[in-house]
């Protein structure tokens, strides 16, 4: 696709559930990031991939968090166990290289931990 | 103390005013700075870079003031269409991550 496609845009989960989150960067871009967006904030860097690399995961609040994207293209942040303070907006972002200027942002997936 | 800190808002403003925001930032190895906007319920998107000698595009015009660590954005003549969220960001010399401030609201009333 022309842009970066996140999916779903909204999930609500029930406690102590487990959430799967998917983004779909632009092809081609070697960089992805995640961030996590609360309401009236700016977005928190959670993690970056070059690649299939997990390069830093400094961002990401608790072990409950972990994110994968094995070939390269397609990402996944797994929420195991959420809780109500994980409920935010995640923003995938991509670029064609971690030094390029611009990211390109995916809608982002509005989750609700009820 | 945010390492990226933004005027707080939301600034009202009528049609056709001229506007400003200003951002400071706290790491002094920063060394790239942007604008980007986001409309309510939407992804942040690029408004523009920020360079050392100042730049303009159209009625926007972004000022870098490294001594001051400080970074701001002008409006002119703004429209309806301007309302949203502007979030000042900042990227470090070694670093790809993209540091963001919270954002100002800035609202266009007719």
């Known amino acids: 696709g022309a842009g970066v496609s996140q999916s779903p845009r909204y999930k609500v989960a029930k406690r102590g559930q487990d959430v799967a989150l998917r983004c779909d960067p632009i092809?081609?871009?070697?960089?992805l990031f995640w961030y996590q967006q609360a309401l009236g904030q700016g977005p928190e860097f959670l993690t970056y991939?070059?690649?299939?690399?997990?390069?830093?995961k400094s961002g990401l609040p608790s072990d409950r968090f972990f994110a994968e994207r094995p070939e390269g293209s397609v990402s996944t942040l797994k929420i195991q166990r959420t809780q109500q303070e994980d409920s935010a907006v995640y923003l995938c972002?991509?670029?064609?290289?971690?030094?390029?200027?611009?990211?390109?942002f995916g809608q982002g997936t509005r989750l609700t931990v009820v | 103390r945010k390492e990226v800190e933004q005027d707080p808002g939301p600034f009202n403003v009528p049609e056709g005013a001229t506007v400003a925001f200003n951002c400071t930032y706290s790491?002094?190895?920063?060394?790239?700075f942007f604008w980007y906007r986001q409309d309510c319920r939407k992804e942040p998107k690029l408004l523009m870079s920020?360079?050392?000698?100042?730049n303009e595009d159209g009625r926007f015009t972004a000022q870098l003031n490294r001594a001051s660590q400080y970074i701001s954005l002008l409006i002119r003549d703004s429209k309806l269409s301007d309302s949203a969220t502007y979030l000042c960001?900042?990227?470090?010399?070694?670093?790809?991550?993209?540091?963001w401030g919270a954002g100002t609201k800035l609202i266009i009333k007719p």
């Open positions: 920020v360079y050392s000698s100042g």
């Open positions: 790491n002094s190895a920063s060394q790239s």
């Open positions: 092809s081609g871009h070697v960089s």
């Open positions: 960001v900042v990227k470090r010399s070694s670093n790809y991550q993209l540091i």
């Open positions: 972002a991509s670029s064609l290289t971690g030094r390029a200027t611009e990211a390109f």
């Open positions: 991939f070059q690649n299939e690399a997990q390069l830093d």
